[in-house]
């Protein structure tokens, strides 16, 4: 089964944002005065705006000609160029993005995120961009179809993201499946997966649906049930001011179409090779 990334694109675009953003945007009293210099005043002191991804998921973020590509990469320079300011980019395993932004390694992290529970407990979030699902992929021909169908298999998985916090959840602490952690989807979980080190690779729908154009031997077996998260760019906890002011980025790149544009752009670039 394929899984058309292009509804469920425009319906977070078109309808969460719209939903969300209202309420986000309505409380500029609450932002704290502060007599010390405020981080968007550092920010454009020092003339960059420091953000942390992990650029191996295309097309949200990736190396392109030695330079960093992807819709993430997109949304934050448009930020960094409301801010009047250059972007520099820290890329860096997954797992390590939370902490690199606690200790103030970045400003921001932009990596298609989804909000968590435990995720907010150490960090903050913009109101989301996106919503997307989390997809098994495997080998053509492998009869692999459904969850029950993983039971007694090996499957791949990202370091430090949902898709993990699942297959270990349901399927490993169950004793169905024996679930491998990975720093990179790309190519290491890709690899194992070709080679048989595991039978199946749960990732993001719309990298899944790269993975598959890019590899044709590969195929999305099926919709992970209940996996659909909201995506959004990750945040100092505490400082209402940046967030408002991410916010508000969001919310004009969306009312002016960009954002979907941006969306639109470069999943065609993907699934098309143009």
Known sequence: MRYSVHVAVGLIIGLV????????????????VETAKSRLELIKQ???????????????????????CGIDIRIAEEIAKELGVELEVKDMKFAALVEALRKGMVDMVIADMSITAEREKVVDFSIPYYM???????????G??????????????????VQEEWAKEVLEKA????????????P?????????????????????????RKFPELEIAFVVPGSEKFTAIALPPGD???????????????????????FDEEISKWLTGE
């Open 17 to 32: 944002l719209g939903l969300l953003i209202g309420t986000a945007l309505l409380k500029p009293a609450t932002v704290p």
């Open 175 to 186: 004793g169905k499946a024996t679930v491998k952690s990975y720093d990179r989807v790309y």
């Open 240 to 262: 209402e001011e940046f967030k408002y002011f991410i916010n508000k980025v969001l919310e004009k790149l969306r009312t002016t179409g960009k954002l979907n544009e941006i």
């Open 144 to 161: 692999i179809r459904s969850v029950e169908d993983l039971y007694g298999k090996v499957i791949g998985v990202q370091l430090g993201t």
């Open 188 to 212: 290491e979980m890709v690899m194992a997966l070709k080679r048989g080190d595991v039978d199946a690779i749960v990732i993001g729908n719309i990298f899944a649906e790269v993975l598959c």
């Open 46 to 68: 020092r003339g960059k705006l420091i953000v942390g991804t992990s650029a191996d998921w295309p097309p949200f973020e990736y190396v392109e000609a030695g330079k960093y």
């Open 132 to 142: 997307g699902c989390s997809v098994v992929v495997v080998l053509k021909g492998s």
